[in-house]
């Protein structure tokens, strides 16, 4: 069985500060991986995803995740918050099925 | 590209009534899930077809929800009598049913149920 656990439900950071956006996946076989972002009544939408190969993934609007097996995470980070950043972040891990398990999302809010 | 299309974007209907919600996936994808989203219970996976055919709908709460795929371009999600605890975002969303591969998604159907 697979689960993911993404730290702080809630995250708030100042405009053009650095994004850190926890998760943690537990899975049996290596996992595939994936970061999706929810605007405001949108359905969501992928960011970035690692299946294999390089360990560090950069994905759409300056987003970046490191794939780390020893600790089982897959934080997400931008280096400088934008306004237009503020939405819910999901992180979501899947073996060699189709489905995805999602975690319980984080909501990135970017302060002026 | 076209996108996951669904349809009706919002939907308000009094409990007891019939709900159909629509979606059409990317042409070429061969799985389609359907989600629903709420604020208690985040985004839940309901049902997921692949080719076509149901594989796994363990996520479907009730007997009053059904869904069916009668082709690879098209599928819908019933419920049949509605309830207010119904109400919720339903999403759709295809991918190419390959490990690995990420899911895209719907804009969703907001449905509210009086």
């Known amino acids: 069985a697979q689960s993911v656990t993404q730290l702080g439900s809630h995250v708030s950071v100042s405009e053009g500060a650095l994004v850190l956006l926890r998760c943690n996946y537990s899975s049996s076989v290596p996992p595939y991986l994936f970061w999706y972002v929810q605007y405001p009544n949108q359905g969501l939408q992928l960011l970035l995803k690692y299946t294999t190969g390089a360990t560090l993934v950069k994905g759409i609007n300056g987003f970046e995740a490191e794939f780390k097996k020893s600790e089982t995470s897959f934080h997400l980070t931008k280096p400088s918050a934008h306004m237009s950043d503020a939405a819910e972040y999901f992180c979501?891990?899947?073996?060699?099925?189709?489905?995805?398990?999602f975690g319980s999302g984080t909501q990135l809010t970017v302060l002026p | 590209d076209a996108g996951v299309i669904q349809s009706p974007r919002h939907e308000v209907t009094e409990m007891g009534q019939e709900v159909t919600l629509r979606c059409k996936p990317i042409s070429g994808h061969n799985s389609l899930f359907w989600y629903r989203q709420t604020m208690m219970r985040g985004l839940e996976l309901l049902i997921y077809?692949?080719?076509?055919?149901?594989?796994?709908d363990s996520g479907m709460p009730e007997d009053r929800f059904s869904a069916k795929m009668p082709n690879a371009s098209f599928s819908t999600l019933k419920i049949q009598p509605s309830e207010p605890r119904d109400s919720a975002v339903y999403f759709c969303?295809?991918?190419?049913?390959?490990?690995?591969?990420?899911?895209?998604f719907g804009d969703g159907t907001r449905l509210s149920i009086l």
């Open positions: 969303a295809s991918s190419l049913g390959q490990g690995g591969q990420p899911q895209h």
């Open positions: 077809f692949n080719n076509n055919v149901p594989i796994d």
């Open positions: 979501a891990v899947s073996d060699s099925a189709r489905q995805l398990t």
